[in-house]
């Protein structure tokens, strides 16, 4: 049973236009969301993240949205750039005992910026 | 400047043989973690290691082994490669000794393994 979601495995925008990925997840202990880039060829680096108890948090042209009540988060992009295109993974972060923590992944959208 | 550093890039096996996967972080993060990564299965956890001296089943454990070899250094091993193994597998450390912002992983470049 999956637990992190991305619905969309591939989006497509025009340069300058914002971008909207979104998450699912299903345990309501997560504690935190991030959110990673990948490049081909390249390990995922981290992106933006949000804790729990927040509802947004924005860093430069991203910004991230947490609505815990329905369970579904949002990186958004503004304004799009070419060199944003890449796999975005959605991803969330959960106690699993004592000081470990572990990521669970969503499966990742291609995201495609147009010039 | 390294972080996390993955050998060997790229790999072909052949159906049985062995091999090691090595990893290794500069950064001394607690927590090392073996992803592999499948099209359209996102990253899947193999292993981690909460700590030197532990190591743990991840989500998809079988047909792996792991040795922390010390705090920097954590190997991933097929003792017997079977082709649904072929995949990219990535290494990655964390810590949280420095607070929320850096609860997120490091991840190496990835190994990109095929098994014939």
């Known amino acids: 049973d999956q637990q992190v979601k991305q619905n969309s495995p591939s989006l497509s925008v025009q340069e300058g236009r914002i971008s909207i990925l979104n998450c699912d997840y299903t345990?309501?202990?997560?504690?935190?969301f991030l959110w990673y880039k990948k490049y081909p060829a390249e390990g995922p680096t981290f992106l933006i993240s949000?804790?729990?108890?927040?509802d947004k948090n924005e860093d430069g042209r991203f910004t991230v949205f947490l609505n815990k009540s329905a369970k579904h988060l949002s990186l958004h992009i503004v304004p799009s750039q070419p060199g944003d295109s890449a796999v975005y993974f959605c991803?969330?972060?959960?106690?699993?005992?004592?000081?470990?923590?572990?990521?669970?992944f969503g499966k990742g959208t291609l995201l495609t910026v147009n010039p | 400047n390294a972080g996390v550093t993955q050998t060997p890039k790229f790999q072909v096996l052949k159906t049985g043989q062995s091999m090691t996967l090595q990893c290794a972080q500069d950064m001394n993060h607690n927590s090392m973690y073996w992803y592999r990564q499948d099209p359209g299965m996102g990253l899947r956890l193999i292993y981690y290691?909460?700590?030197?001296?532990?190591?743990d089943k991840g989500e998809v454990p079988n047909g792996y082994n792991v040795s922390r070899l010390n705090k920097r250094e954590f190997s991933l091993r097929l003792e017997s490669a079977a082709p649904s193994q072929t995949s990219v597998y990535f290494c990655a450390s964390s810590t949280r000794s420095q607070g929320p912002s850096n609860y997120g992983y490091t991840f190496g470049s990835g190994t990109r393994l095929t098994v014939v």
């Open positions: 345990n309501s202990m997560f504690d935190y």
């Open positions: 991803a969330a972060l959960m106690n699993s005992g004592g000081s470990n923590y572990k990521l669970t």
């Open positions: 949000i804790s729990s108890i927040k």
């Open positions: 290691s909460a700590s030197e001296g532990t190591t």
